[in-house]
Nanobody, 129 residues
Framework: QVQLVESGGGLVQAGGSLRLSCAASGRTFGNYAMGWFRQAPGKERDFVAAITWSGASTYYADSVKGRFTVSRGNAKNTVYLQMNSLKPEDTAVYYC??????????????????????WGQGTQVTVSS
């Protein structure tokens, strides 16, 4: 099994920054691409960002481009989401997810919830105006 644990969420004022972390572990964790999704109350879980195993390719939702940055640690089993210039509409529970391949067969897979095999429990991000 694969375990994903997110951390780093919290309350921040609009314009502020937060860095989320996702630590992956488990006997079966391998060279996995990773994604971040978020879910606001009463809404669908939406794609935010993704990164391949090597870190060579990254993907972003239009709503966060230029403000959020996804990266991996040197050990590759930790993924970060640096969030700058936060807005109240970024308020949501943020989830990390693992895709059981190092890259995406098609770039569209990176954006698709159904292509991720493992999910964390989520961390709350609240941005006040």
């Amino acid at each position: 099994q694969v375990q994903l644990v997110e951390s780093g969420g919290g309350l921040v004022q609009a314009g502020g920054s937060l860095r989320l972390s996702c630590a992956a572990s488990g006997r079966t964790f391998g060279n996995y691409a990773m994604g971040w999704f978020r879910q606001a109350p009463g809404k669908e879980r939406d794609f935010v960002a993704a990164i391949t195993w090597s870190g060579a390719s990254t993907y972003y939702a239009d709503s966060v481009k230029g403000r959020f940055t996804v990266s991996r640690g040197n050990a590759k089993n930790t993924v970060y989401l640096q969030m700058n210039s936060l807005k109240p509409e970024d308020t949501a529970v943020y989830y990390c997810a693992a895709h059981s391949r190092g890259t995406y067969y098609s770039s569209t897979y990176a954006y698709m919830r159904s292509k991720y095999d493992y999910w964390g429990q989520g961390t709350q991000v609240t941005v006040s105006s």
